[in-house]
């Protein structure tokens, strides 16, 4: 007969040998991250890291970290500028990149998380962005070598200024994001809530974190859809209904010079990109429709890619 102190000592002790596993898993959480994503080993170790509220030419401050390797230095560096919450998913990244000897900085965007100004889409990213490079060129821990990282606004946030970039800056890497800004807002005329509704709920202000799953899916429903953002995202939005008054390709938002510029910044560019994406993110379809963008043998999903003709077929 199992007693019930003995169920508590099997308890106690599978109590302690999750502890133990738990505690292993976070002492080795970088070689389990390295083997899950297939990478080689390590050749360093971390260094110092430290945060900084550096700020921008309007003196609005924003929360920036930096990871080093360890050692004497300089360091080839990365930047990556988010305006997302997750950011010890991209701390992660950052600290990976160390143990490979690249120095890291990791901004959060204005108006988001610990940074200060008012968050609106793409406005104010080209000159916090260039800001952030002069004074990353200067730091004594970057030794002349500096490339952009991120996937999706992090992406975005590389076109926006990929046509003034300082020297120092040999390429970007933006992940699943085109130029073309119309192409994920609209699907032949139709808005595409499954992107822009859900992100709106993901990415509002500092004082309106919400919950992608009920409020995504109850403001795609509401009708009219102008009223969406009030209800579900606590309040108005104007960049949000701009996008929702501006349905056709032809409309003034699409043509406006912030929307414009940014379409045109890869024939201005004059340094090699690698841009990686999926066939199913709603990005594909920018690159496709967007000349400007098209660089023989694009590598994606490990594989190259001519774009337009490609995905024509």
């Not at 945060?51 to 990871?67: A, I, N, Q, S």
Request: charged share 20%; glycine share 8%; aromatic share 12%.
């Amino acid at each position: 007969m199992i007693t019930r102190r003995k169920l508590f000592r099997v308890f106690l002790a599978v109590f302690a040998l999750s502890c133990v596993a738990l505690g292993v898993a976070y002492l080795a959480r970088a070689e389990i991250y390295r083997h899950f994503r297939g990478l080689p080993p390590y050749t360093h170790a971390l260094g110092d890291s430290h945060v900084e509220k550096l700020p921008m030419r309007d003196g609005v401050k924003l929360r920036t970290g930096v990871f080093l390797p360890e050692g004497k230095g300089p360091f080839p560096t990365v930047l990556i500028r988010s305006p997302y919450a997750g950011r010890a998913f991209f701390g992660l990244i950052c600290q990976t990149l160390g143990r490979y000897g690249y120095a890291c900085v990791l901004q959060d965007a204005r108006g988001t998380n610990d940074s200060e100004g008012e968050w609106v889409p793409f406005d104010n990213e080209r000159e916090d962005g260039l800001a952030t490079l002069d004074w990353l060129r200067a730091q004594p821990f970057v030794n002349g070598n500096i490339g952009l990282l991120g996937p999706s606004y992090l992406g975005s946030v590389q076109w926006i200024m990929a046509d003034a970039l300082p020297p120092e800056v040999k390429t970007i890497i933006p992940q699943v994001f085109g130029t073309d800004l119309y192409a994920p807002a609209y699907e032949r005329g139709l808005f595409r809530p499954e992107v822009s509704t859900a992100w709106a709920t993901l990415m509002p202000a500092h004082d309106m974190r919400l919950r992608a799953s009920g409020d995504y899916i109850a403001a795609s429903k509401h009708r009219p859809a102008i009223e969406a953002d009030e209800l579900y995202m606590t309040r108005k939005l104007p960049w949000y209904r701009e996008w929702l008054q501006n349905p056709n390709p032809g409309d003034p938002l699409w043509h406006s010079p912030r929307v414009i510029g940014i379409t045109q910044v890869p024939a201005r560019m004059k340094i090699p990109v690698l841009m990686i994406g999926g066939w199913f993110d709603p990005f594909v379809g920018p690159w496709a429709t967007q000349k400007q963008t098209r660089v023989a043998d694009q590598t994606i999903l490990g594989g190259t890619l001519d774009l337009p003709t490609d995905i024509e077929r």
